[in-house]
């Protein structure tokens, strides 16, 4: 843990808040959104800022829209509750305005990662796709749908279970390390709960498809299991900052 002087934390505390701000619904383009929410990252593992010392109580909630495109499901859906859950975030799907789209509401740096992680598992999940569909050239027409919606849905179950376990073994670990860490955290929760209810937004489950667990699916699941979801955690050398 970094030892650092007062005026050096606030001067921290300050870059936190000012890259959280950097958000694509703010002005700035996906590549700046994407870099700001991984400074921010590699600046609280840096100085092993706890919640408290960011100004649990005081800290704001914000939103962050993910825009989607379609009205139809997509197998990444699978993935949101996990996301939202690791990061600490409530999620709902809004539609109004004729735009589909995901809200991520909770901390700015938490949901800097909530979107930082949608990112990372959609361009993993196009990609590994691509790659499913070229080692079976056999597969066309409709076997090649049912077979890539499949595969997706695996993958996406697969992440969904990674993230699940990496959360709980985080809210443990972080009970057992520090004297206070619990409290905390249910403070934090708090917050956003109380936050969250002033929106007057009313949550609804969307409900789950019963899905095809064929060899396609299980292709899917060992893709997602090998999906690098380098966090924005840590700086790069060695391969540090994985989620697992």
Known sequence: MATIQDPEIDRVKARIRALAERTVSNGCTEAEAMAAAEMVGRLLERYA?????IDLRQARCTQVEVPLSG????????????????????VWLARDGGTARYVFFGFETDTALAAWLYEVIGRAM???????????????????RRGSISFQQGMAMRLAERLEALHAAREAEVGEQRQQGGALMLVKHRVVDDAFRETGTRLVSGGRRPLRQDAAFRHGEAAGSRVNLNRPLRDGGGGGGLLG
């Not at 800022?49 to 010392?53: H, K, P, T, V």
């Not at 139809?72 to 600490?88: L, N, S, T, Y």
């Open 49 to 53: 800022l706890s919640m408290q010392e």
């Open 126 to 144: 196009a990609a590994e796709l691509v790659a499913f569909r070229a080692a079976h050239p056999a597969l066309r027409g409709t076997p090649l």
């Open 71 to 90: 009205r139809q499901r997509r197998p990444i859906d699978g993935c949101v509750p996990a996301i939202a859950r690791f990061c600490d975030c409530k």
